[in-house]
Antibody, heavy 116, light 112 residues
Framework: EVQLVESGGGLVQPGGSLRLSCAGSGFTFSNYWMYWVRQAPGMGLVWVSR????????VYADSVKGRFTISRDNAKNTLYLQMNSLRAEDTAVYYCARGGRLGDYWGQGTLVTVSS | DIVMTQTPLSLSVTPGQPASISCKSS???????????LYWYLQKPGQSPQLLIYEVSSRFSGVPDRFSGSGSGTDFTLKISRVEAEDVGVYYC?????????FGGGTKVEIK
């Protein structure tokens, strides 16, 4: 069974940092591109970042470019999102998603709250 | 960026009746490989999104056949032939032809 489990969310002050993790299991993690998508409270889905299967290519939404870094450790079957210089508008549930059929499996999400 | 526009915003449906959601993209989603990269997701209350339909009309594994997708170019439709109580939630279309990936605003489906 394919599973994606996010962790690392929490309350952080504006300007602070947080690292999210997404552990994959039930599939060959290193074969798949991976994505981060976020959802602000009561709002729709917004794509954040994408990484290819070996981690050599990354792309970011303009809103997070230069502040967020996506990476992966295929030996640990884990995807990461390093978030720096956090702003109030980054408050959201962050989902990781597999890129098989583009979002064919999603994690349960982890809540990031940026507030003083 | 490609803009995805969904209508209606919300839908109230009697169980057993059909439902239809429209999604329009600001650019064609037809790729040079012949595939059209339009996806449909359902986010049930309190849950993460789940893939229903990929590449316009292909049902993902385990998705009931009462769900169907159609369309081409820039106009797409998700149809539920007979709505069931478990179909409540917010439906999103998404384009996958270019980055940034963009989603429609969502259509909330409720049961009458």
């Amino acid at each position: 069974e394919v599973q994606l489990v996010e962790s690392g969310g929490g309350l952080v002050q504006p300007g602070g940092s947080l690292r999210l993790s997404c552990a994959g299991s039930g599939f060959t993690f290193s074969n798949y591109w991976m994505y981060w998508v976020r959802q602000a409270p009561g709002m729709g889905l917004v794509w954040v970042s994408r990484i290819n299967s070996d981690g050599s290519s990354t792309v970011y939404a303009d809103s997070v470019k230069g502040r967020f870094t996506i990476s992966r450790d295929n030996a640990k079957n884990t995807l990461y999102l390093q978030m720096n210089s956090l702003r109030a508008e980054d408050t959201a549930v962050y989902y990781c998603a597999r890129g098989g059929r583009l979002g064919d499996y999603w994690g349960q999400g982890t809540l990031v709250t940026v507030s003083s | 960026d490609i803009v995805m526009t969904q209508t209606p915003l919300s839908l109230s449906v009697t169980p057993g009746q059909p439902a239809s959601i429209s999604c329009k993209s600001s650019q064609s989603l037809l790729q040079s490989d012949g595939k059209t990269y339009l996806y449909w997701y359902l986010q049930k209350p309190g849950q993460s999104p789940q893939l229903l339909i990929y590449e316009v009309s292909s049902r993902f594994s385990g998705v009931p056949d009462r769900f169907s997708g159609s369309g081409s170019g820039t106009d797409f439709t998700l149809k539920i032939s007979r709505v069931e109580a478990e179909d409540v939630g917010v439906y999103y279309c998404m384009q996958g032809i270019q980055l940034p990936l963009t989603f429609g605003g969502g259509t909330k489906v409720e049961i009458k």
